[in-house]
């Protein structure tokens, strides 16, 4: 089972140096290492009829994401608008909110990592039949805050080098990894980086 861990299974301990004998300090090294689920339109929640007015809280039938990750929301018809407001918690359990507008049928995905679901509220509808749905996103949550995104020292994804990108943030459900391979559950995602 893919985990995450520190580099230095003495997580906070010096070991001596490869060069000489001064110690040097690896506790600040972190490695993520998961295996995460394809993306998804409707892998959090299926398509959700949007009221005839007002807003709508689903609280019921979501299933949390694999791993820490952004979502998505996808509506049926041209006409859905408005915006879908998703309630959960980061990785590290603190309670989180992301606010996503509707485009149509078009796919968009949020701006933070998710653990959990809790809550999903949507817009009405403008028409008859409207419906959105709640996936997954390809962009992974770490488990601690980056300062900078040049902290970011190895990415592998399936044993080889991954082209994505690191976007740092003071609040640890934007601290992001969009990677640029396809995740399929089974494809491993390695990252080795400063904390």
């Known amino acids: 089972m893919s985990t995450l861990y520190p580099f230095n299974p003495n997580y906070g301990q ?8 001064d ?19 409707a892998t959090i929640h299926a398509a959700i009829t949007l ?4 807003t709508l809280d689903v609280t019921t039938g979501i299933t949390n994401p694999d791993v820490p990750r952004t979502l998505t929301i ?13 309630e959960g918690t980061d990785a590290a359990g603190a309670t989180i909110t992301d606010t996503i507008a509707a485009n149509g049928t078009s796919t968009v995905e949020g701006m933070r990592a ?11 509808k403008a028409g008859a ?12 949550g770490l488990s601690h805050k980056v300062y900078n995104a040049a902290c970011l020292l190895v990415k592998l994804f399936n044993g ?23 995740p399929d559950g089974t494809k491993v995602v390695d990252l080795f980086y400063i904390v």
């Open 129 to 140: 039949g409207d419906t959105i749905s709640v996936g997954t996103g390809k962009k992974l």
């Open 114 to 124: 998710f653990k959990t679901v809790t809550k999903i509220t949507v817009p009405a």
């Open 74 to 86: 996808t509506g049926n018809q041209a006409g859905v608008t408005g915006n879908v407001v998703i």
């Open 23 to 41: 110690p040097v300090d690896m506790s600040f090294l972190a490695h993520y290492q998961k295996a995460p689920a394809a993306t998804g339109a």
């Open 51 to 54: 009221p005839d007015s007002g």
């Open 14 to 21: 010096q070991i001596q140096g490869e060069l000489g004998s």
């Open 160 to 182: 080889s080098a991954d082209t994505g990108t690191l976007a740092v943030h003071s609040e640890l459900s934007k601290n992001l990894f969009a990677l640029n391979g396809t």
